[in-house]
């Protein structure tokens, strides 16, 4: 009998590595510890760049519609609320243990568990934490999503519209001081779209980024760039040094103008912290269970980084989306589908049998149509007939 392929984290890259395996004819069982698919894309506001989003207003739009997909896939099962807590054997024959203390087995596995922002609390300069109205750049991100609290209206913690916003890019990322040489790839895209999209709802609103440099690399970012600053977003280079509350609950912002060599301050309604990103919780836990390396940035490791760069360093073990390091969605669906082919060339290598057409899920079950287990207990044919 064929073995699902295993994948963990139901983000934009697991869920198209289900997707992709799911077309070329071989199972997957997709588990997903939280109780909802989509990973941190349905919070997104707007997806940059503009100038081509597929017709998605927003990131749950396009999450929505992989998951309608998945429903379909016949191949693919998915576990909502699980977790691996054990993994015995080896490629092409891992037996795996979830959360609930049941075993499945496995061909092999893919990684898709993304990355959890940095939280700036201990970087005291800033006040997050202590001043309402610093917040990080995921929070600002709910707040302009029209889904969000507040409807997608920029206001201060007490409610009032806010007019004046501040964002501070690199922080948690190049900063040795903390041990975070790295930089994160896409805080200055996603501040740029932040500060962009507020110029274009309130073409009267003061937006100010403090940059280092502005890295916005890929097929139109620089555009998207250049957009923010004809909607009127101000660039400072400099590194802010210290944010203050002021009585009406306002933030002083002191930096230095690096570029004209001279001090700045000013008042804001609201200060953003483009946060850097970190690994997914629990990585090294993660990696232990899997027996993969992490990096010095702490996510997880290729074995060829040239040659097979989604491989972990363990034989059946690969990588997808944001396991590796920071990437837009577009670059963890490309890493999705260039995953599942990589997975099924190296189990036809094995030998491994691929193809079951009769088979209907990874775990040889028949799905309830347009269902997915909510824990890791399999289905059964008498449990789907009595939902
Ligand atoms: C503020 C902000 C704005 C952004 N804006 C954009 C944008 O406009 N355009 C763009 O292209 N990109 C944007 N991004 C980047 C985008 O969020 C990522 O590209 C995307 O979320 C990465 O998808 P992923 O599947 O790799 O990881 P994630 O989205 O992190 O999903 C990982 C999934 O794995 C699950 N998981 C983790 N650990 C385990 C485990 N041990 N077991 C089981 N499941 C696990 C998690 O619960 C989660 O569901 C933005 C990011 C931020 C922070
Ligand atoms: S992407 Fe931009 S904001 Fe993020 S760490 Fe790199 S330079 Fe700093």
């Known amino acids: 009998m064929t073995k699902p392929v295993c994948i963990v984290g139901g983000g934009v890259a697991g869920m198209q590595v289900a997707l992709v ?9 997709l588990v997903e510890k939280s109780s909802a698919l989509g990973g941190r ?20 739009e396009f999450t929505d519609t992989l998951e309608r997909e998945l429903r379909l896939a016949l191949l693919s099962e998915v576990r909502l609320n699980t ?3 054990r993994v015995d054997g080896d490629f092409p024959d891992f037996r795996i243990r979830l959360n609930d203390g049941s075993m499945v087995n496995a061909s092999s596995i893919v990684v898709a568990t993304g990355f959890t922002p940095f939280d700036p609390t201990s970087l005291k300069e800033y006040g997050y934490g202590t001043y309402p109205n610093v917040v990080t750049a995921s929070e600002l991100e709910w707040m302009l999503n029209a889904r969000g609290p507040t409807g997608g209206r920029l206001v201060r913690r007490d409610g009032k519209p806010a007019e004046r916003l501040a964002i501070v890019f690199c922080v948690g990322s190049r900063n040795r001081r ?30 100010v980024c403090f940059y280092m440099d502005v890295r916005t690399y ?35 912002v002191r930096a230095e103008n690096t570029l004209l060599s001279r001090p700045f301050s000013g008042e804001f309604d609201l200060v953003s912290l483009s946060t850097g990103m970190r690994p997914c919780e629990n990585a090294n836990e993660l990696a232990r269970i899997l027996g993969i390396g992490c990096g010095p940035d702490g996510f997880f490791l290729s074995r060829e980084w040239f040659r097979h760069p989604h491989d ?21 669906m490309i890493d999705g589908a260039a995953v599942a082919a990589r997975v099924t060339a190296a189990l036809r290598e094995t030998g491994s049998p691929l193809f079951d057409r009769n088979r209907t899920t990874a775990t040889g079950l028949h799905p309830a149509a347009g269902e997915f287990s909510t824990s890791s207990e399999p289905k059964t044919h008498d449990s789907l007939s009595s939902t």
């Open 21 to 29: 395996l799911n077309t070329l004819g071989v199972a997957s069982l």
């Open 41 to 60: 894309v349905p919070l997104l506001s707007k997806t940059f760049p503009f100038f081509n989003n597929d017709g998605f207003n927003d990131g749950k």
């Open 312 to 332: 972990a360093t363990r034989d059946g073990v690969f990588l997808a989306g944001c396991a590796t390091g920071m990437k837009p969605i577009r670059n963890c």
């Open 218 to 252: 890929d097929r139109g970012f620089e555009e998207m760039y250049s957009l923010a600053q004809e909607r009127g977003v101000r660039y400072v280079r400099g590194r802010v040094s210290q944010c203050k509350q002021l009585a009406d609950g306002s933030i002083s």
């Open 83 to 85: 977790t691996v807590d």
């Open 178 to 207: 903390i041990g975070a040489p790295f930089c994160s790839r896409i805080c200055c895209s996603y501040s740029t779209k932040q500060a962009s999209t507020v110029m274009e709802r309130n073409p009267r609103a003061v937006v």
